[in-house]
């Protein structure tokens, strides 16, 4: 027998640094770690002693013999994983902890953002230094899109924020939530009164389609609807119109496939998750049978990873099936087993007749191939307009379209933005002397959880290194006035109180 990584993987790479015989892979040294979907273990050298299923934060591991059903498949993706990569169980050179020589006074430093790229930033601090730590989300939850972003019924992923909470409650940290710097606090003071700010604010915005009638009422980003089914604060809880039929969502990446299966998912089921109680109620009343979800390029190049599309494939109640148009089947029936394309072996590919209303039942259609050129509609969307190379164009019906096309980051005053990539412009996490940025800010709007956590020991690297050659400067305040000056700053704001937490 064997371990074996499942669906809830997030590549965070906590299980390689405890495994006695260094079977699992892609390890962070190794190029693959930067494109795969998911780390595997190999069972030939697995002994099988479960220090991985202790230390994964998602509980994404397990013995073989346990997966059973539709979990068997990740039996499988392991074992193959080895059969295209040859393990190379040799230990790669030991990396030491870092640390600040010892004349080199621990910094203050303000970390700006709770979500996973703050999370592991917190953690490599405090693991690292004796720095003190000002914490600041906006939002009067921590957690980021830990929180309002990964689907409800996830719960195994969502338990990864408990890890960045012991951060968060360590005696040396001290969270203010509810605060927005550039609106209750700027840079420049955050600045004043810590050696260091590290910006880890996420990707807030939505990439726009730049198509005609994109802004439609009925037209919605599909973070808008994640966060709605979360309960998102500033998400009314009448936000969503599920009265069509029919749900076009466009983009194939996880986002897409995590709102096809709210959408589509019994009701009953999703009562059994966390999602918000409004979202709940509003789903038991929708009259969505239906969801497109339209991918621009062909089933090999589809945005989502091979784990959550196998997820997908378990919906219970729904049908999946491929718009048959463009030649599709015959991408599909010539993709190899185990390739992005391969997953859709044994769907149903048939051409769907878009003039007539969605069939009886619950349907998931995947399209490849098209992208919208428009969105019909006057007062409301519709109909959505799809061109492809084949046919011309062609309208869907519908009156929801949820754009889910990626995110992209907003400017946080004070600081440099990078317009065409939405990124606060960095150099390995340095922004300017004594400013940082970490996670999706800093990189774009790509990767799952996990990924985070290097790019997070990228920008502690970059602080520390600067910190001990003396670069950080020196801050005019202490924490007491940074307290003091926050505490004036929100004391008569309107809207949600600030919080203040420490340990
Ligand atoms: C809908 C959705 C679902 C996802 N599901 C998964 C999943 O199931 N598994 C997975 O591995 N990955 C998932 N991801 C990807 C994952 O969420 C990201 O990799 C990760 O959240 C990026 O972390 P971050 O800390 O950079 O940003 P965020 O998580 O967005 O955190 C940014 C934080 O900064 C705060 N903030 C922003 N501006 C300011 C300001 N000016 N002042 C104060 N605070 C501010 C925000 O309130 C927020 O708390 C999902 C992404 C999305 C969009
Ligand atoms: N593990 C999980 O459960 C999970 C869940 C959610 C999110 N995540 C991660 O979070 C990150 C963001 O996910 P995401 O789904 O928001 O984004 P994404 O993976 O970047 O997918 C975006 C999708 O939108 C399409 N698209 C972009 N611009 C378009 C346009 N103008 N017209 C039509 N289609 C367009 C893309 O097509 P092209 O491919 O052709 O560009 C792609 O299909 C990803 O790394 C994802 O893996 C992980
Ligand atoms: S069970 Fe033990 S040997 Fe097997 S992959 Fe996990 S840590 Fe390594
Ligand atoms: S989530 Fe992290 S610890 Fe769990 S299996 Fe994946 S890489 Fe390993």
């Given at each position: 027998m064997a371990y074996a990584i499942t669906q809830?993987?997030?590549?965070?790479?906590?299980?390689v640094s405890v495994c006695p015989v260094n079977c699992i892979h892609p390890t962070p040294d190794e190029p693959e770690f930067g494109t795969t979907d998911m780390l595997f273990i190999d069972p030939q050298t697995c002994i099988d002693c479960g220090a991985c299923a202790d230390a994964c934060p998602v509980d994404a591991v397990f013995p073989v013999d346990r997966l059973s059903g539709s979990d068997s498949v990740f039996t499988e993706l392991n074992r193959q994983h080895f059969e295209a990569h040859p393990a190379d169980n040799a230990w790669a050179a030991p990396r030491f902890p870092r640390s600040l020589p010892e004349p080199v006074a621990a910094p203050r430093v303000a970390v700006v953002g709770t979500g996973p790229a703050a999370g592991y930033t917190v953690q490599s601090l405090l693991r690292s230094t004796d720095a003190e730590i000002t914490l600041l989300d906006r939002s009067p939850v921590p957690g980021g899109l830990i929180r309002?972003?990964?689907?409800?019924?996830?719960p195994s992923t969502k338990r990864i924020g408990d890890s960045f909470a012991v951060g968060y409650r360590h005696p040396r940290v001290r969270m203010h939530l509810g605060v927005e710097v550039g609106r209750d606090i700027s840079h420049a003071e955050l600045a004043a009164h810590h050696h260091a700010v590290v910006y880890a604010v996420g990707a807030a915005g939505s990439r726009s389609l730049g198509v005609p009638g994109e802004e439609l009422p009925g037209s919605i980003p599909a973070t808008t609807f994640v966060g709605w089914c979360n309960g998102r604060p500033d998400i009314p809880a009448g936000a969503i119109d599920l009265s069509a039929e029919r749900a076009v969502v466009v983009g194939n990446g996880n986002v897409a496939l995590d709102v096809a299966r709210m959408l589509l998912t019994d009701p009953d089921e999703l009562a059994k998750t966390g999602i918000a109680d409004h979202a709940l109620a509003a789903l038991r009343g929708s009259k969505v049978r239906e969801v497109v979800l339209l991918g621009r390029r062909g089933p090999e190049q589809a945005a989502y990873t091979r784990p959550e599309f196998l997820a997908l494939r378990r919906l219970r109640g729904a049908r999946i099936v491929v718009d048959e148009h463009g030649g599709v089947a015959g991408d599909i029936a010539a993709a190899a087993p185990g390739s992005v394309a391969g997953l859709l072996h044994g769907l149903p590919v048939e051409p769907v007749d878009w003039t007539f209303p969605p069939a009886e039942g619950k349907r998931l259609v995947l399209r490849f191939g098209s992208a919208p050129t428009e969105a019909l509609g006057d007062q409301h969307v519709r109909a959505v307009r799809v061109g492809d190379d084949v046919h011309g164009t062609r309208d869907i019906r519908t009156g929801l379209l949820v754009r889910s096309i990626g995110s992209r980051g907003v400017p946080v005053p004070g600081l440099p933005f990078d317009p065409d990539t939405g990124v606060i412009p960095n150099s390995g996490g340095r922004v300017e002397r004594g400013t940082y940025v970490v996670g999706w800010a800093k990189?774009?709007?790509?990767?799952?959880?996990?990924?985070?956590r290097t790019c997070a020991e990228e920008t502690v690297d970059a602080l520390l290194g600067d910190a001990a050659a003396g670069r950080l400067p020196a801050p005019a305040r202490g924490a007491k006035e940074f307290a003091r000056l926050l505490r004036g700053r929100t004391a008569n704001r309107a809207g949600t109180p600030p919080r203040s937490v420490s340990a």
């Amino acid at each position: 027998m064997a371990y074996a990584i499942t669906q809830t993987c997030c590549n965070d790479a906590s299980c390689v640094s405890v495994c006695p015989v260094n079977c699992i892979h892609p390890t962070p040294d190794e190029p693959e770690f930067g494109t795969t979907d998911m780390l595997f273990i190999d069972p030939q050298t697995c002994i099988d002693c479960g220090a991985c299923a202790d230390a994964c934060p998602v509980d994404a591991v397990f013995p073989v013999d346990r997966l059973s059903g539709s979990d068997s498949v990740f039996t499988e993706l392991n074992r193959q994983h080895f059969e295209a990569h040859p393990a190379d169980n040799a230990w790669a050179a030991p990396r030491f902890p870092r640390s600040l020589p010892e004349p080199v006074a621990a910094p203050r430093v303000a970390v700006v953002g709770t979500g996973p790229a703050a999370g592991y930033t917190v953690q490599s601090l405090l693991r690292s230094t004796d720095a003190e730590i000002t914490l600041l989300d906006r939002s009067p939850v921590p957690g980021g899109l830990i929180r309002y972003g990964v689907a409800p019924d996830h719960p195994s992923t969502k338990r990864i924020g408990d890890s960045f909470a012991v951060g968060y409650r360590h005696p040396r940290v001290r969270m203010h939530l509810g605060v927005e710097v550039g609106r209750d606090i700027s840079h420049a003071e955050l600045a004043a009164h810590h050696h260091a700010v590290v910006y880890a604010v996420g990707a807030a915005g939505s990439r726009s389609l730049g198509v005609p009638g994109e802004e439609l009422p009925g037209s919605i980003p599909a973070t808008t609807f994640v966060g709605w089914c979360n309960g998102r604060p500033d998400i009314p809880a009448g936000a969503i119109d599920l009265s069509a039929e029919r749900a076009v969502v466009v983009g194939n990446g996880n986002v897409a496939l995590d709102v096809a299966r709210m959408l589509l998912t019994d009701p009953d089921e999703l009562a059994k998750t966390g999602i918000a109680d409004h979202a709940l109620a509003a789903l038991r009343g929708s009259k969505v049978r239906e969801v497109v979800l339209l991918g621009r390029r062909g089933p090999e190049q589809a945005a989502y990873t091979r784990p959550e599309f196998l997820a997908l494939r378990r919906l219970r109640g729904a049908r999946i099936v491929v718009d048959e148009h463009g030649g599709v089947a015959g991408d599909i029936a010539a993709a190899a087993p185990g390739s992005v394309a391969g997953l859709l072996h044994g769907l149903p590919v048939e051409p769907v007749d878009w003039t007539f209303p969605p069939a009886e039942g619950k349907r998931l259609v995947l399209r490849f191939g098209s992208a919208p050129t428009e969105a019909l509609g006057d007062q409301h969307v519709r109909a959505v307009r799809v061109g492809d190379d084949v046919h011309g164009t062609r309208d869907i019906r519908t009156g929801l379209l949820v754009r889910s096309i990626g995110s992209r980051g907003v400017p946080v005053p004070g600081l440099p933005f990078d317009p065409d990539t939405g990124v606060i412009p960095n150099s390995g996490g340095r922004v300017e002397r004594g400013t940082y940025v970490v996670g999706w800010a800093k990189r774009g709007a790509t990767g799952g959880i996990g990924a985070n956590r290097t790019c997070a020991e990228e920008t502690v690297d970059a602080l520390l290194g600067d910190a001990a050659a003396g670069r950080l400067p020196a801050p005019a305040r202490g924490a007491k006035e940074f307290a003091r000056l926050l505490r004036g700053r929100t004391a008569n704001r309107a809207g949600t109180p600030p919080r203040s937490v420490s340990a």
